[in-house]
């Protein structure tokens, strides 16, 4: 796999909508452009902000902010920190994923 379809493969994708960034859909008036993000979290996609308010009741339930500064993590403290996160259930989990990716 090669990096540009290891980029494309980790696309957003919104929380509500299931629709991938950069991909149209003109059924749902989704025009392929830059999802938004959870600015709490970080860690959840929204195609707008009518679909983040129609899935709130199921993420807020999940949605805390970042702990983690993963720019200054190694790959040691990445892994580490993702055996621990997935183990415990960790709301940080996408930023180790985020930086073991980089």
């Known amino acids: 796999m090669n990096a540009a379809t290891a980029t494309q493969s980790f696309a957003p994708v919104c929380s ?7 991909t149209p859909n003109p059924f749902l008036g989704y025009s392929g452009s830059s999802l ?19 899935q709130w009741k199921i993420h807020k339930k999940n949605c805390k902010p ?23 259930g960790s709301p940080d989990l996408y930023f180790i994923i985020k930086r073991v990716r980089e």
């Open 16 to 22: 509500y909508y299931l629709v991938k960034q950069g």
């Open 36 to 54: 938004k993000r959870c600015t709490r979290c970080k860690g959840a996609y929204y195609m707008d902000g009518g679909a983040q308010k129609l």
């Open 66 to 88: 970042s702990s983690l500064d993963t720019t200054k993590m190694d790959m040691d403290h990445c892994t580490k920190a993702l055996k621990s996160a997935l183990y415990g």
